[in-house]
C-alpha cells in the first residue's frame, strides 16, 4: 500500500458541487499538506496542518477549506465547485524531525469541474 | 511569496544526451530539493541540498547547491527513455515563514529513443 493514499483518483463534477478530496497517511507524519497542480504553474500550496485541528492557509487558499481530525488523515474540501478549481491536487507529508522539509506525496486526484 | 525561475521550460533530447536545467531565486534559500513526476503519479524526491556548494549523486542524476545560495542546478547523464517527466525544483528561504517550501514551475523532459 501506498504511504499517502488520495481518493478519488478522478472525479468529474459540475459547477457550485461541493467535493471533498481525502488523504491518508501511513508514515506517521504530523504535518501534512495539499496543493495545486496546473499545467506550467508548478505546485502551489492551498493549505497545511503541522498537526490535528492545526490548520494554517497557503498561497491560494480561498474557495477551499480542510480538516485534520486525525493524524493520519487531511481532506480538502471545495464548497461550490467552479471551472477554474479543475487541477491535479497533490497531498503530502512530511517529517520535522529528519531536520528538513522533504515531502512525500501522493499519486494526486484529477478534478474536473463542468 | 519566493518565487523560483526553472528553466527550461521544456526539453527534447535523443537517448543518450547529457541534460541540464536550474533554479534560480531572489532570495537565499537553505534547503534545495529536487522532484521528478512520472505522468500520472505524484513528485517523488531524487536528492535533497543542504549546504551551499554541495555536489550530490544519485545514480546518473547529479545535483548542486550554488555557492552564492540563490541557485542550483541538475544534471542527468547518458539519459534513457524513462527519464521522461517533469523535473521540479523546490527551495526553502532563510527568512520568515522558512518551514515552508517554494516550487518551480517544473521542466518537462522528453527522451527520443
Known amino acids: 500500500d501506498a504511504d499517502v493514499t488520495q481518493t478519488p483518483r478522478n472525479r468529474i463534477t459540475k459547477t457550485g458541487k461541493r467535493i471533498m478530496l481525502e488523504c491518508s497517511q501511513t508514515k506517521g507524519h504530523d504535518r501534512m499538506y495539499w496543493y495545486r497542480q496546473d499545467p506550467g504553474l508548478g505546485l502551489r500550496l492551498i493549505y497545511y496542518?503541522?498537526?490535528?485541528?492545526?490548520?494554517n492557509k497557503g498561497e491560494i487558499s480561498d474557495g477551499y477549506s480542510v480538516s485534520r481530525q486525525a493524524q493520519a488523515k487531511f481532506s480538502l474540501s471545495l464548497e461550490s465547485a467552479i471551472p477554474n478549481q479543475t487541477a491535479l491536487y497533490f497531498c503530502a507529508t512530511s517529517d520535522p524531525a529528519s531536520g528538513a522539509n522533504v515531502l512525500t506525496f501522493g499519486a494526486g486526484s484529477r478534478l474536473t469541474v463542468l | 511569496g519566493q518565487q523560483l525561475n526553472q528553466s527550461p521550460q521544456s526539453m527534447f533530447i535523443q537517448e543518450g544526451e547529457d541534460v541540464s536545467m536550474n533554479c534560480t531565486s531572489s532570495?537565499?534559500?537553505?534547503?534545495w530539493l529536487w522532484y521528478k513526476q512520472d505522468p500520472g503519479e505524484g513528485p517523488v524526491l531524487l536528492i535533497a541540498l543542504y549546504k551551499a556548494g554541495e555536489l550530490t549523486s544519485n545514480g546518473r542524476l547529479t545535483a548542486q547547491f550554488g555557492i552564492t545560495r540563490k541557485d542550483s542546478f541538475l544534471n542527468i547523464s547518458a539519459s534513457i527513455p524513462s527519464d521522461v517527466g517533469i523535473y521540479f525544483c523546490?527551495?526553502?528561504?532563510?527568512?520568515?515563514?522558512?518551514?515552508?517550501?517554494?516550487f518551480g514551475k517544473g521542466t518537462k523532459l522528453s527522451v527520443i529513443p
Open positions: 532570495s537565499i534559500f537553505n534547503t
Open positions: 523546490a527551495g526553502r528561504y532563510s527568512g520568515a515563514g522558512s518551514y515552508q517550501l517554494t
Open positions: 496542518s503541522f498537526d490535528v485541528k492545526d490548520i
